[in-house]
Nanobody, 120 residues
């Protein structure tokens, strides 16, 4: 059974930092690209950051470039999102997602999300 379990969300003041983690199981983690999405109230879900299966390449939304860093540990089946210099507009539910090819089909999995609130 595929599971993506996010953790590390919470309430933080503007300018603060948080580190999100996503523990994966039930699929071959090292062959999947991993990404973080977020969805704020009343807005569509948006891609925040993506990392390739071997960690060799990353991509970020313009709104988080220079502040957020995505990384992964394939030995621990875990992907991380380090978020620095947080702003109120970063407030959202953050979702971990996995995408890859399995049995000749594109597979995408989602976590349940973790709330990040940036407020003074």
């Amino acid at each position: 059974q595929v599971q993506l379990v996010e953790s590390g969300g919470g309430l933080v003041q503007p300018g603060g930092s948080l580190r999100l983690s996503c523990a994966a199981s039930g699929f071959t983690f090292s062959t999947y690209a991993m990404s973080w999405y977020r969805q704020a109230p009343g807005k569509e879900r948006e891609l925040v950051a993506l990392i390739t299966s071997n960690g060799g390449s990353t991509n970020y939304a313009d709104s988080v470039k220079g502040r957020f860093t995505i990384s992964r540990d394939n030995a621990k089946n875990t992907v991380y999102l380090q978020m620095n210099t947080l702003k109120p507009e970063d407030t959202a539910v953050y979702y971990c997602s996995a995408a890859g090819i399995q049995a000749a089909m594109l597979r995408r999995y989602w976590g349940q999300g973790t709330q990040v609130t940036v407020s003074s």
